[in-house]
Structure formats: structure tokens, C-alpha cells
């Protein structure tokens, strides 16, 4: 397993709480040589200020609404040979470096992706996936064990999730990093088809897991509702302008166009919204498109060197613990969970009650694995309805699950009645 030094890069504004959440869970990572690099604005730098290991965090101060330059600003203060991006709202498994990296040991990878758990923690909201020239993304069918490498043919690049990827910094470097022209949306399928572009291979990795819960923003609400669409009709015109060719620019916004009021209506068929909020979305759309026309492409060239020298965060090997509980003891395993944490270990709470409940995983913001169901309820939503099992068994076969992403396979980990 190789050791590169990687540095974690979180941009955040306006999530404070989301974003000590997703830093208790990095500060979980099994992975020894890695900084933690939090790009963020004042609120989301007094919450880390607050976490008790704040002083092995590099802080950057940033207060601009523009998710590439606060990339590059985190890229220039990364003094890893490899860097690592996780969003404020993700919390990555503590497994998540060890297999995200380790495809770095091959000197033609130039980028990592890993898949993505969606907000129940068990379904998937992103696997793999290719980019065409219009910059779609189309699923991919991958190994799900090992890494499989891509080295896309010209027009075609592998798309990497921006909570959940990874890239050599030389390379971001002579990419010239992200695009500030991209504010909000597009800026890692932008980067992905400047990768292809200039040949270097792409790694996914299924192993390399985060859980993102697609916290609230500006442009959505926690369901997803979308609030604002002026940057992503800016970002579709900056889009075109790099990748697409002039003349077929009016027949791939008006399909863009169509794809927005099309998801528009379905949030409006199921009540979440009125009619008079797709009008002003769609006006916002398009006048965000006469925005992205205007924008000046590209930024600044990047420094090749890190502002500053490489700040490991100390992590250190723990002990992985599956605490097996029932309805009626939950509050006190939770407070046992707590303690458990405090002494440095990796917790996972199953709390299961006598029903077919479907099961539900969490990261708790004490920086515990919580997961509730029914002993006969489905955890992966392909399983049947209902199926008969023991406690014991169920929560051995839970154990089993997410052995290699939480640690359970290494010979110290323990399995607690």
C-alpha cells in the first residue's frame, strides 16, 4: 500500500456544523501521511477553531461564493504530492485514503474517483461514470473489488465526483488547476475533460468510500430542491465555450434548456413547487447563460510550489468497535459510544429493533457510525422485502458489509454484544 503524502483539501461557506462533522470523520482516517487543508469562510473557520484537534489543521480564510478558486486557494497551500477533495456536507470511511491513494503507485495515474453513499448511507448516489462531448455523464460498469483504470478515447473523459476524488498536484498544477469561470457546477467535469484532453489515465476505486448528505446551499434546499439555477446556466455557456464547437452551441443549451424544466416539473407535480417558482428558476437559468458568455475563462497561473511546508496530522492506528444495540438501550450504548470515541477508537452503533425496517447509516456529530433498522428489514434496497435472521447473525453479516471500509478485517477490531 503505498504512502505517498496526500493532502485533504474541504472547501466550505455557510455549513459550519456540516463541516466539523466532515472533519471528525477525516480525523478518523487510517491513513498515516495526509494533511487537512479547510478552505472556508469565518463561520466555517470558528467551527474547526472549535474541534480539539484544530491546531494540525491548515486554515485559509476565503469569503468568496466561487467553489473553484477556493480549490486552487486550498491547491496552493497543499504541500502533498497528491491532493484530495471532500465536500463540507461528506464524511469519508476511515478507509477512505488507503484506497483512494493507492492507485497513485502507478506513475501514469494522474486521478483518482471513488463512489459516493447517498443520504440513507446504503444506496449509492454516485458510481462510475464516463463524460461524452457534451459533457454527460453515462454509467459505467466497473469491478467492484479493484481499481480499474481508464485512459478515455479523444471526446470522452472519466468523470470524477468532486466530494470524492483525488489528483496528483503536478498535474493539477500544469492544468492550471479549476476554472474560476465555473462559480458553481461543472467545475470537476470541466477538469475531467482537460485531463482526457491531455491523455492522462483515471482510476476508479468502489473501495474509496464517502457518505454525502447533500446539505443545504444557496442553489438547493436539503431535499434538493433547487432555490437558484443562475450558475448552472452560467456554467453550461462557460462549458460551451471550452468544449463545444460553435456551431452546435444553440442545439446543446436548448437540450440543456429542456433537461432543467423538465426536473423543474417534476418538483412541481410532487408539491415542492409552484408554478411561479419554475418561472423565476428558469428565468435565472437563462439569465445565468448570458452571464457565462461574459465570464473571462480561466484564472491566474498557480504557484508549482506550496505556500508552505507539508503539516501531517497525526493520526494514528485505532481499534474498530460494533456495538450491537436494541431500541430501549440506545441512549445508553450511544453514551457508551461517545466514551469509546474518546478513547480513540472507530464506533459503530447497530441499533436494531425486532421489525423489517429498512436500515439507515449515519456519521453522528460525536463522531460515531450510527445504523438503524429491523433485524428483518433490507439494508441494500436489492434485497427481498422481508428475511429471517438472528441478532447475532445480522449484525455479523453487518460486520462483514462494511469490514473493509471501517476496518473490520484488521485483527484487532471487535465485535461487542
Known amino acids: 500500500m503505498t504512502d505517498l503524502p496526500v ?39 470558528e467551527a474547526a477553531q472549535t474541534l480539539d484537534f484544530s491546531e494540525n489543521l491548515k486554515l485559509v480564510p476565503f469569503d468568496v461564493p466561487n467553489i473553484s478558486a477556493a480549490r486552487n486557494m486550498g491547491l496552493t497551500r497543499a504541500a502533498g504530492e497528491v491532493v484530495a477533495f471532500i465536500d463540507d456536507d461528506a464524511v469519508p470511511e476511515p478507509m477512505w485514503l488507503r484506497y483512494l491513494i493507492a492507485p497513485f503507485e502507478r506513475a501514469d495515474i494522474a486521478a483518482t474517483g471513488g463512489f459516493v453513499r447517498g443520504r440513507n448511507g446504503i444506496s449509492f448516489q454516485w458510481k462510475a ?80 468510500e464517502v457518505h454525502h448528505g447533500y446539505a443545504e446551499n444557496t442553489t438547493r434546499s436539503a431535499d434538493r430542491v433547487p432555490k437558484d439555477l443562475v450558475d448552472i446556466g452560467a456554467s453550461w455557456a462557460v462549458f460551451q465555450r471550452k468544449h463545444i464547437a460553435v456551431g452546435n452551441h444553440k442545439t446543446h443549451w436548448q437540450e440543456r434548456r429542456s433537461e432543467q424544466s ?14 411561479r417558482d419554475v418561472r423565476r428558476l428558469m428565468k435565472g437559468l437563462d439569465a445565468g447563460y448570458a452571464q457565462g458568455g461574459l ?21 494514528h492506528h485505532r481499534e474498530t468497535v460494533m456495538i450491537v444495540s436494541r431500541p430501549a438501550q440506545a441512549a445508553i450504548d450511544r453514551q457508551t459510544a461517545t466514551e469509546q470515541v474518546s478513547e480513540g477508537k472507530i464506533v459503530t452503533l447497530l441499533v436494531m429493533s425486532p421489525t423489517a425496517l429498512f436500515h439507515k447509516l449515519s456519521f453522528d456529530p460525536a463522531g460515531f ?25 445480522r449484525a455479523r453479516r453487518e460486520t462483514v458489509r462494511v469490514a473493509r471500509q471501517r476496518g473490520f478485517e484488521r485483527k484487532n477490531s471487535k465485535l461487542l454484544p
Open 262 to 275: 423538465r426536473r423543474l416539473l417534476g418538483f412541481m407535480q410532487s408539491g415542492q413547487l409552484e408554478p
Open 369 to 393: 457510525w450510527v445504523q438503524k433498522g429491523g433485524v428483518f428489514g433490507k439494508v441494500e434496497r436489492s434485497e427481498p422485502m422481508f428475511t429471517i435472521y438472528s441478532r447475532g447473525y
Open 295 to 315: 465570464r473571462q475563462l480561466g484564472g491566474a497561473p498557480l504557484p508549482r510550489y506550496s505556500s508552505g511546508p507539508f503539516w501531517r496530522f497525526p493520526s
Open 7 to 45: 493532502s485533504v483539501v474541504v472547501v466550505s461557506r455557510a455549513r459550519p456544523g456540516s463541516l466539523a462533522r466532515t472533519l471528525k470523520g477525516i480525523s478518523q482516517l487510517q491513513y498515516w501521511n495526509f494533511e487537512v487543508i479547510v478552505v472556508a469562510d469565518p463561520d466555517g473557520i
Open 129 to 208: 461514470a464516463s463524460l461524452d462531448a457534451n459533457g454527460i455523464a453515462h454509467p459505467m460498469k466497473v469491478n467492484s473489488e479493484h481499481a480499474t483504470v481508464f485512459t478515455p478515447p479523444k471526446g470522452y473523459a472519466v468523470k470524477t465526483e468532486g466530494t470524492n476524488m483525488a489528483f496528483r498536484r503536478d498535474v493539477l498544477i500544469d492544468l492550471n488547476g479549476f476554472d474560476p469561470a465555473f462559480h458553481y457546477f461543472l467545475d470537476e467535469t470541466d477538469l475531467n475533460m482537460r485531463l482526457a484532453r491531455a491523455g492522462h489515465a483515471t482510476a476508479l476505486v468502489p473501495l474509496a
